[in-house]
């Protein structure tokens, strides 16, 4: 197991790698390969390496890749990267430390276009080192993300996607009762009245859906919002009132 992401950097890489394919090593190189180094002149010796994968179960050769730069480096050496062969090549790809979203989607669609295995990790932070996200880091219309598939490695891009889904504001409060306790809740208790004397006016297609969707259901929204707001999920910018709620 090689853990040198810089391997073909070094001085002495061609030897290295000519000791690896002496000795018959299946290698695992674990933190990757930098695609800034990989030229005509290495990838033949790199395709005599018996990389693999994890498991040690098929041929797989990892490269890095965490900015477009990097991504348009996967482009212009397509035909390089090809001579590994089909799906045998893994992108090991970090978010969650300085990219945007729609450089993180540019990535992933890379592999895609390209053929490669997507493998996508969050950044962990270390002492001295914290994320640096944007703070546009919604540039692009989330309908679109949530529309990427993949023929392999589908649970990484389900990785991603959650933590997508971790960084933008919830949509509602979130229950604390069950439809059936809520109900259980109400009874003796007319809803719509007590919602009228409030100055909220409800529209609902039973009594029954009424009593299961009654405000004692669901948690407070003024500590769920300040939560959001004090783990800089998002900001608290104005307090709205609700003045009428329609409920199917």
Same mark, same amino acid.
């Given at each position: ?60 050769i ?13 482009? %212009? ?33 890379m ?45 990484n ?73 004090? %783990? ?17």
């Amino acid at each position: 197991m090689l853990l040198d992401n810089n391997l073909l950097a070094a001085e002495n890489a061609t030897e290295i790698l000519e000791r690896v394919v002496a000795r018959d090593y299946r290698v695992i190189f674990s933190q990757s390969l930098d695609i800034f180094r990989l030229t005509h002149k290495n990838v033949e010796l790199l395709q005599k390496v018996k990389s693999v994968n994890s498991r040690f179960s098929k041929p797989m050769i990892c490269f890095s890749c965490n900015s477009l730069p990097q991504r348009d480096l996967f482009y %212009a050496k397509q035909d390089l990267l090809e001579s590994f062969g089909s799906q045998a090549v893994t992108v090991i790809i970090m978010f969650g430390f300085n990219t945007r979203l729609s450089e993180g989607y540019g990535i992933l669609m890379m592999t895609k276009q390209l053929g490669l295995i997507p493998f996508v990790q969050e950044y962990m932070p270390v002492p001295g080192i914290p994320a640096k996200i944007p703070e546009d880091y919604f540039d692009m219309d989330l309908d679109v993300i949530a529309d990427m598939r993949f023929r392999t490695n589908g649970q990484n891009n389900e990785k991603f996607l959650r933590y997508v889904n971790r960084r933008y504001a919830c949509h509602g409060a979130g229950r604390v009762m069950s439809r059936t306790q809520a109900t259980k809740a109400s009874q003796g208790r007319s809803i719509a009245k007590e919602l009228a004397d409030k100055g909220v006016l409800v529209m609902a297609s039973s009594k029954g859906t009424l009593k299961e969707e009654m405000p004692e259901a669901y948690k407070n929204l003024q500590d769920v919002v300040q939560v959001m707001h004090d %783990a800089g999920i998002a900001k608290k910018v104005a307090r709205l009132k609700s003045i009428s709620c329609v409920k199917g």
